[in-house]
DNA sequence: CGATAATTAGAACGAACGTTCGATTTAATT
DNA sequence: AATTAAATCGAACGTTCGTTCTAATTATCG
């Protein structure tokens, strides 16, 4: 049973100490987004974040801990970007582009974290699992409200499912997506939104 | 370079042979959906087979090959079974329908193979891999037709996008959907036939 | 039953795994 | 420059991994 404490850094001297742990988390999101949590040794994220084996238990006490700040950390960012998109916005078409535009954003400005989070949920267990889940939820209920003003009153359209289809196309494009070959992100977001909204039979 | 030839059982005296690789398949997507494919060793997919560790190699020459028999005998099932309803369909809304309907009843029945089989394609390498991809190309093929003849002529809906953004709501479920919980598959069913057509906004 | 082939079991291989530890190096403070 | 704490390193631990043997068992056929 893990104890969930984010580590105070007891006042360091050597300012590289808040760099050297997110150059860490990037290795580890870039090589887990590749070979998965399980594929993921400990020795060759070491080797990706250009420090000694052993180093990587100076800044994590467990490879469960490191995927724990990994999720933390991201989903963090990403509710974050949301909130602030969606105070902008006006109206509830708005917001639903603000999510979608957010998601798809974010997705291409950090697809190893993202693709880490979305994928890598269960590799947790116990306290770090729950925790992680909290997070999740927050996000989840923060979509499905801007979903929610989306439907009219009276339609037999469930909020709740509708979100999860929602996420389902927006989280699928891990699957599929090549910078090289796809249109821009931009373009992605206007015809999920439409399809979204509108559906396609129109 | 592993070479693809599915293995032409000899003659067999023993008949238990089919049943026996069946059961070896059913422990392995049991235990691969639940660990991932990394997490999956071959000793806990001989445990749950009740069969000896060496055994599993009398049926397969290794575990890469292990993981790709499955794919290829839950695609074509998948593939099948899509096709049949096609048959029976005669708009094109109810081919839409057949479609999605197809995936989420087999899903239901299959959680385990359809799990493995989306989230694992990248586990696999070299012929492997081209191979799957053949027959997961043909599979998105068929799909992107049914919902190409949805898209009224002039529209500016992408077919392609389209048909990844419902890959996408279709292969999502398995991030939540819980039997016990969620309405029956006919509802999913119904509602995500009625979004992706006609929109949430509607 | 005896022969023959199909199937299983057990032990062993080197390699890689997560983690720990004490020693060493680096940087900041006096 | 000397001291102290932060940061890194290399070696080693006990396990588990995928895979390969050879021997034993089982089922089928003459």
Redesign the pocket.
């Known amino acids: 049973m893990p104890e969930i404490i984010t580590k105070t850094?007891?006042?360091?001297?050597?300012?590289?100490?808040e760099k050297?742990l997110d150059s860490i988390l990037k290795a580890a999101s870039k090589v887990m987004a590749e070979v998965g949590f399980?594929?993921?040794?400990?020795?060759?994220v070491?080797a990706e974040a250009?420090?000694?084996?052993?180093?990587?238990?100076?800044?994590?006490?467990?490879?469960?801990e490191?995927l724990f700040a990994l999720q933390e950390s991201t989903f963090s960012r990403l509710a974050d970007t949301l909130k602030d998109r969606l105070k902008k916005a006006e109206s509830s078409k708005e917001k639903l582009k603000a999510v979608i535009d957010n998601h798809f954003h974010f997705f291409s400005e950090h697809m190893d974290d993202l693709k880490v989070c979305s994928y890598e949920i269960e590799s947790l267990s116990g306290e770090y699992y729950k925790e992680v889940l909290k997070i999740r939820r927050r996000y989840f209920d923060l979509v499905k409200e801007v979903v929610a003003e989306n439907i009219p009153t009276g339609s037999l359209i469930d909020p709740d499912l509708s979100a999860l289809f929602l996420f389902g196309s927006l989280n699928w494009i891990f699957m599929w997506y090549d910078p090289k070959r796809n249109a821009d992100i931009n373009s992605l977001s206007k015809q999920l939104l439409k399809i979204y909204l509108e559906g396609i039979a129109t």
Do not use: C, H, T
């Open positions: 850094a007891p006042n360091r001297r050597n300012r590289q100490y050297r399980e594929g993921a040794s400990v020795r060759k070491a250009k420090i000694g084996l052993s180093g990587i238990y100076y800044y994590f006490k467990s490879k469960d490191m």
